[in-house]
T-cell receptor, first 111, second 112 residues
Framework: QQQVKQSPQSLIVQKGGISIINCAYE??????FPWYQQFPGKGPALLIA?????SEKKEGRFTISFNKSAKQFSLHIMDSQPGDSATYFC??????????FGKGTRLHILP | KAGVTQTPRYLIKTRGQQVTLSCSPI?????VSWYQQTPGQGLQFLFE???????NKGNFPGRFSGRQFSNSRSEMNVSTLELGDSALYLC???????????FGNGTRLTVT
């Protein structure tokens, strides 16, 4: 029940295309859903986060879509750029509890 | 504001040895979490410390332990190292509540 399932494991997208990464959870106590971006040799860094009281959050080219009834959320990267090539992790937590991560998606944007 | 600092960046140890990793959180952050990152398993939660007390614990054997000092700096210890302990160990700090984690760049541990 504490798992966060992330797909796909890897993704290749043409420059300018839309990258979509999906995550699903089971624990209805989760109330915070962040996405992290990790470049080689670096630790993950917060990209964007959402709480379940909204269905969508947009920051620049990055959008989180959240479906509370389906217990799913996804990251959309519009106009994908080679600089977006990285590993992306979705995560979930409840207040003051540990943050559980998905297994990651390795995204490669073709120039 | 300085970020999360982890030392050392790289370590090579032999099976059966023990190792201690260090983490200095962002100033003012009292929560420090440790994660193990491997290619197949992603980021796996080890434990979280808050104000010198272990607040949460993952599903790792007792060979993995940690502690936090009064200045919020944290150490993680792995005893009787096994080949499978080879991984990137990440430390992260955060402020209160469901606030975001801020990660260091990790310590790459190789066990031979």
């Amino acid at each position: 029940q504490q798992q966060v399932k992330q797909s796909p494991q890897s993704l290749i997208v043409q420059k300018g295309g839309i990258s979509i990464i999906n995550c699903a959870y089971e624990n209805t106590a989760f109330d915070y859903f962040p996405w992290y971006q990790q470049f080689p040799g670096k630790g993950p860094a917060l990209l964007i986060a959402i709480r379940p009281d909204v269905s969508e959050k947009k920051e620049g080219r990055f959008t989180i879509s959240f479906n509370k009834s389906a217990k799913q959320f996804s990251l959309h990267i519009m106009d994908s750029q080679p600089g977006d090539s990285a590993t992306y992790f979705c995560a979930a937590s409840s207040r003051d509890d540990k943050i559980i991560f998905g297994k990651g998606t390795r995204l490669h944007i073709l120039p | 504001k300085a970020g999360v600092t982890q030392t050392p960046r790289y370590l090579i140890k032999t099976r059966g040895q023990q190792v201690t990793l260090s983490c200095s959180p962002i100033s003012g952050h009292r929560s420090v979490s440790w994660y193990q990152q491997t290619p197949g398993q992603g980021l796996q939660f080890l434990f979280e410390y808050f104000s010198e007390t272990q607040r949460n614990k993952g599903n790792f054997p007792g060979r993995f332990s940690g502690r936090q000092f009064s200045n919020s700096r944290s150490e993680m210890n792995v005893s009787t190292l096994e080949l499978g302990d080879s991984a990137l160990y990440l430390c992260a700090s955060r402020g209160g509540g469901s606030s975001p984690l801020h990660f260091g760049n990790g310590t790459r541990l190789t066990v031979t």
